[in-house]
């Protein structure tokens, strides 16, 4: 098991998971257990479910690092 804590990323409401793949690359070079999940987007439950999901399945201490879920005001 590694001492490096897993890292969860967390989609802003314009994008997805891939939005990460830049930084996912650097942190896993670096030998961290990296996971950016796709969230529904349909209701703040439904995105806490998935993350409760994804938190679940982690081995060791786990960072969340979130994008702003912000939506644009029509």
Known sequence: MSSLPNIVFVHGAWADGSS??????????????VTAPQFPLTTLAD??????????????PTVVVGHSLRRARS
């Open 20 to 33: 990460w793949s830049r930084v996912i690359e650097r942190l896993q070079k670096d030998g961290f257990n």
């Open 47 to 60: 995105d806490v479910a998935r993350l409760r999901e994804v938190l679940a399945r982690q081995d060791g």
